[in-house]
Structures are given as structure tokens and as C-alpha cells.
T-cell receptor, first 107, second 113 residues
């Protein structure tokens, strides 16, 4: 089993929709979790850090469920500009990343 | 502006040649990391360094070497021993108080033929 797993997608959603991604992790010692956004052929950019139960920033909400060992990312009112690949990462002394979930927001 | 720079953006080499990728940061971050990303795969950790003059192997260190002589710089050498060197190489750094929160440079695309 991979240490961090994500559904690769693609998730094709209409503009204005709400979309959620999950990311499961196997290392129960993991303390810190992150969501990154990566545009095609660019570097990942930090979107949100999740250290406790959750975090919210505008249209983006991240939740951590330690009992079930997953983190989620909710995007409300999707914009065309949200189209990207979303990477999750987590760990204890180093971060392990998932392979990413591709989101395509369609007009 | 503070940030992480990697150069060059694109690099082409012949098989059998060693090549060094540059990574510089002016964020005053203590920790620095090197990852490679292949199509359809996640980021895989090559090496990381938490302080100057010290570094540790990541998950796929074979065929790579690094040095950390200055806090700002963490160059990666891809040696001829690396069997599949063609990839997108990403350098990252993180602050000491949020040591896993990483900020990435723009990356170097290495093609070896």
C-alpha cells in the first residue's frame, strides 16, 4: 500500500460547482499535512497546511480525519482558474506526496 | 523578492555525463530538499539537508550526490550511475519552525539522450 494515495481523476466539474478530493495516508505517526496546487509543467505551490482538524481559506477548506487517516480538500464555487493538479502530502519527519488529482473546471 | 531559484530551466546531456543542477534560496530557510517528478508519478525524495554540512538520503538517492556548504545553496549532481535520469527535478526549502511546509523552486527539466 502506498504511504499517501489519491484518486488521479480527472474530475471534470462545471464552473460554480463544489468539488471534494480525498487523500488517504498509511503512516499513523504523520503529524503534518499539506495540499499543493500544480499547474502543467510548473512547480507545486503550497495551497494549505493542515496541522489540526482543519483549515479554511476563502473557497478552500481542508479537513483532517485522524481516525480514518485521510485529509480532504473542498473547493466551493469552482472557477476556471482552479483547473490544475492537486497534490496532497503528509508525514512525520519528511513529507510523502501523493500522485495528484487532476481537476478540470468546464464553462 | 525572496524565493528559490533553480537553473537552468531546461538541460540536455548525453548519456554518461555527470550534470549538476543548481538550487539557491534567499528565504533564510534551514532545510532544503531535492525531488524528482516523472509523468504520472508523485514527487520522490532524492536527498534532503536540515543544516549546513549535513544531508541525508531520501527514497531514491542512488546515482545522485549533493553538497550543502552554504545555507543558501544545495546543488544536486546527477551522475552517470543514475539509470533513468530524464525527469523534472524540483528543489524545495522549509523554515525551521514549520519544517515540513515546503516551498518549491521552478524546477529543472533534464533530458539525457
Amino acid at each position: 500500500r502506498k504511504e499517501v494515495e489519491q484518486d488521479p481523476g480527472p474530475f471534470n466539474v462545471p464552473e460554480g460547482a463544489t468539488v471534494a478530493f480525498n487523500c488517504t495516508y498509511s503512516n499513523s505517526a504523520s503529524q503534518s499535512f499539506f495540499w499543493y496546487r500544480q499547474d502543467c509543467r510548473k512547480e507545486p505551490k503550497l495551497l494549505m497546511s493542515v496541522y489540526s482538524s482543519g483549515n479554511e481559506d476563502g473557497r478552500f477548506t481542508a479537513q483532517l480525519n485522524r481516525a480514518s487517516q485521510y485529509i480532504s480538500l473542498l473547493i466551493r464555487d469552482s472557477k476556471l482558474s482552479d483547473s490544475a493538479t492537486y497534490l496532497c502530502g503528509g508525514g512525520y519527519q519528511k513529507v510523502t506526496f501523493g500522485t495528484g488529482t487532476k481537476l478540470q473546471v468546464i464553462p | 523578492d525572496g524565493g528559490i531559484t533553480q537553473s537552468p530551466k531546461y538541460l540536455f546531456r548525453k548519456e554518461g555525463q555527470n550534470v549538476t543542477l543548481s538550487c539557491e534560496q534567499n528565504l533564510n530557510h534551514d532545510a532544503m530538499y531535492w525531488y524528482r517528478q516523472d509523468p504520472g508519478q508523485g514527487l520522490r525524495l532524492i536527498y534532503y539537508s536540515q543544516i549546513v554540512n549535513d544531508f541525508q538520503k531520501g527514497d531514491i538517492a542512488e546515482g545522485y550526490s549533493v553538497s550543502r556548504e552554504k545555507k543558501e545553496s544545495f546543488p544536486l549532481t546527477v551522475t552517470s550511475a543514475q539509470k533513468n535520469p530524464t525527469a523534472f527535478y524540483l528543489c524545495a526549502s522549509s523554515p525551521v519552525d514549520r519544517s515540513l511546509e515546503q516551498y518549491f523552486g521552478p524546477g529543472t527539466r533534464l533530458t539525457v539522450t
